[in-house]
């Protein structure tokens, strides 16, 4: 009883209600490593070992509840069950078929609008959404950006009920309409692209070589106020830029700005740590009440 009551003390104090969960994890890269990766005697390789860890991360870490319909929703590709070298569907259903992950297909404006329709009312529930990216073979066109951009409150909301989200290429509209401070700029140079601290702890199956020119190359980098999302990768270029954005568990993607939470900080506010405090010495006082 005393470390159920503990938990509950600790989460009163940090503000995280004990039966809800906590915001999803998130990874957004400039890359098309969907085209440069492959497949060979069931293992993946070079781009599409990237997405592979990737997806591994966000699965172990998202937080989503009820009753889940498929691991993974794919929007932006049909499936590829043969698994071709380049091709985006096959990528992620290469990435799953490793992993034992089930993915359910979003190909089409008309069916990602759908899709979010029918998140909205739970018909659909994945832990994860991946977003195919562009500059592959069956990936995003531009009424498929369309579509994302349309629902990108929906996005923010499906990582803030705990689900992960995952994203690739040059199709940023979503992002930027969600942060209009971010924005998507074409360059980036993947030979010397190293992983920040902060995306070795958000994702520590990844490695250096999992997205430097070992993996494949990259074609835009990020620039501005990146709100609740961190840096997870700098590219090779001098100076640096950011190649990779998106967070462990609990990241927020709006934050700051009117009628948003406000961004997470590294360490609890010496409020939010009085708090703990006040929760602490009641939980004493319970115990002592309790002998």
Not at 73 to 83: C, D, E, K, T
Not at 152 to 167: E, H, K, P
Not at 192 to 209: I, W
């Amino acid at each position: 009883m005393t470390k159920k009551l503990l938990s509950i003390a600790i989460a009163v104090a940090l503000g995280v209600s004990t039966g809800t969960a906590i915001a999803g994890p998130v990874i957004l890269g400039g890359d098309d490593l969907t085209d440069h990766g492959s497949r060979a005697a069931g293992v993946n390789l070079e781009g599409w070992k990237y997405i592979e860890k990737a997806i591994a991360g966000l699965i172990a870490t998202q937080t989503r509840g009820g009753t889940i319909t498929s691991d993974i929703a794919a929007l932006g590709s049909a499936a590829n069950p043969a698994f071709n070298a380049g091709n985006a569907g096959g990528g992620i259903g290469s990435a799953a078929d490793v992993l034992g992950n089930t993915v359910a297909y979003f190909d089409g404006a008309a069916a990602i609008t759908q899709f979010f329709s029918d998140l909205a009312t739970g018909t659909v529930n994945p832990r994860v959404i991946w977003i195919a990216g562009t500059d592959a073979a069956n990936d995003l066109d531009a009424a498929e950006s369309a579509a994302l951009t349309a629902n990108a409150g929906a996005i923010n909301t499906f990582v803030g009920a705990g689900g992960g989200l995952m994203s690739h290429g040059t199709a940023y509209g979503w992002l930027s309409a969600l942060l209009p401070t971010v924005n998507a700029v074409a360059g980036c140079n993947s030979t010397g692209a190293t992983l920040t601290a902060a995306g070795q702890a958000a994702f520590p199956g990844l490695s250096n070589n999992d997205i430097n020119q070992n993996a494949g190359p990259c074609h835009n980098h990020f620039t501005g106020n990146f709100g609740g999302l961190q840096v997870l990768a700098f590219d090779g270029n001098n100076p640096s830029r950011a190649f990779i954005i998106g967070g462990g568990g609990g990241t927020v993607i709006q934050c700051g700005l009117p009628g948003q939470p406000a961004c997470p900080t590294a360490v609890p506010e010496p409020g939010v740590l009085s708090l703990l405090g006040l929760a602490l010495l009641g939980l004493v006082g319970v115990r002592r009440r309790n002998r």
